[in-house]
């Protein structure tokens, strides 16, 4: 246990997790910590977006099985659900609330940005084999009415769920007969919801309108697999995308012949390049960055790290070429998912293969100097790291998250919620937990 850190250092089941500057819940819950065991294990996931108290503590689960008998679930706090016609186990924290099959694994899930307009139905996208849209609906026979048939349907056993998920659309861009390369990733823009991109192990980022299910254009956004793509908030047209070859790229839809690289990564060295074997370009001795998200506060900010490193990169956009900061030091295993605070600037949560979720500040400052960046006599990290930033400002290195937690697995997936922002969602295992900040 490292007694070092700023915040206490809880494990599962001591509930309690203290943040700087929480935002209380406006109803206190009964509970810090709710806990789904799912069949399987769980990889994708996705707090849901509404702003309604009843119906917002709901998260989208993805199984991670390798036959072709995937699934997605819809998950809801049992002690928040509606009156029905269905036995509901209330000794269970959450309750399977709709379920639906998918052949192969989802590697990511989004609730629809919110809308203004009179839809009552959520909206969620998956990618896999393809992207596909999906409609949560309710369903009327097993929700009680004041009609003679509220409760007319015959039971079905254990399968019975309170909503449906309906398959409202299929969108794929086929570039041979029959086949589809597989995507990595997407996101769903928010300034404009009929927008998602997808990233692809084929080299390719597709925009899609998904209200007319076309796609908009496809373009060849690296030298090799695209591993992440995500929309900068509160831009309608810019996205960036990180792949195996090292690099994160931006790009403008208003004007996509040109593209700007913002980061690269350092080169292996020699007796490490075995590490990029899985990257599709042979000649590449580049460390691979697997995930980006830009900051829901500061549109400038993206996050990002490299395979099998504990340490994120933070990127300015007005600050090419080297990260204005480093979060490092404390994860004493891989990173494998990142999620910046919609509500707190600068604050962003992390989980890797040490089983650790921390949340950092990127704006602490222990000292006089800038928030951002450290003086070059301040370098951290050993030859190759002041190699990689020669005739850069040194980012500055942040050590000391505001609060840790310990898992009981490795932390797989991390979603930080918008709607109920003292909530983080994580999953490890077959476990997804639900823990209050």
């Not at 070092?4 to 910590?33: F, G, L």
């Not at 709710?34 to 503590?57: G, H, M, R, S, V």
Request: aromatic residues 8%; glycine residues 4%; charged residues 20%.
């Amino acid at each position: 246990m490292d007694t070092s850190r700023n915040a206490p250092y809880y494990s599962y089941p001591q509930q309690r997790i203290p943040v700087q500057d929480a935002i209380p819940p406006p109803h206190p819950p009964s509970k810090e910590i709710y806990q789904y065991d799912a069949p399987w294990l769980t990889y994708a996931l996705d707090w849901c977006k509404t702003q309604n108290e009843q119906l917002n503590f709901k998260l989208a689960v993805g199984s991670f099985i390798e036959d072709s008998n995937n699934k997605l679930q819809i998950i809801s706090r049992t002690d928040l659900l509606p009156d029905t016609n269905i036995s509901v186990d209330h000794r269970n924290d959450f309750t399977v609330v709709a379920e639906a099959d998918s052949q192969y694994p989802i590697t990511k899930v989004l609730w629809e940005p919110r809308r203004n307009d009179a839809r009552n139905n959520d909206l969620l996208a998956t990618t896999g084999d393809i992207l596909r849209i999906w409609e949560l609906a309710n369903e009327p026979r097993y929700l009680h009415t004041n009609s003679i048939n509220g409760s007319s349907r015959v039971s079905n056993g254990n399968n019975r769920t309170i909503q449906q998920l309906i398959q409202k659309s299929q969108l794929e861009n086929k570039k041979q007969k029959d086949f589809s390369a597989p995507l990595t990733s997407f996101d769903w823009n928010e300034t404009d919801p009929s927008i998602v991109v997808t990233s692809s192990i084929d080299t390719t980022c597709t925009v899609w309108n998904v209200e007319t299910g076309q796609a908009k254009t496809q373009l060849i956004a690296h030298d090799s697999d695209v591993y992440d793509v995500a929309f900068m908030h509160g831009s309608a047209d810019t996205f960036a995308s990180v792949g195996a070859d090292g690099s994160v790229r931006l790009f403008d839809l208003r004007s996509l012949e040109h593209s700007t690289i913002l980061y690269e990564a350092p080169p292996l060295s020699s007796n490490n390049r075995s590490l990029a074997s899985g990257n599709n370009s042979p000649g590449s001795t580049a460390v691979p960055l697997l995930r980006l998200q830009f900051s829901r506060m500061n549109s400038n900010l993206l996050a990002t790290f490299h395979m099998d490193s504990n340490a994120v990169e933070i990127l300015d956009i007005r600050y090419p070429s080297a990260p204005i900061a480093e979060l490092c030091k404390s994860h004493s295993g891989s990173i494998n998912c990142i999620s910046w605070s919609p509500t707190e600037p600068g604050q962003i949560a992390t989980g890797g293969d040490d089983s650790q979720v921390l949340v950092w500040n990127i704006n602490q400052n222990n000292d006089n100097r800038s928030p951002y960046y450290q003086n070059s006599n301040g370098i951290h990290g050993n030859g190759s790291t002041q190699q990689r930033y020669a005739g850069h400002q040194s980012p500055r290195s942040i050590q000391d998250p505001l609060l840790a937690y310990v898992a009981n697995a490795e932390v797989n997936s991390i979603t930080w919620s918008k709607s109920t922002p003292e909530w983080i969602g994580i999953g490890f295992g077959r476990t997804i937990q639900a823990l209050r900040v």
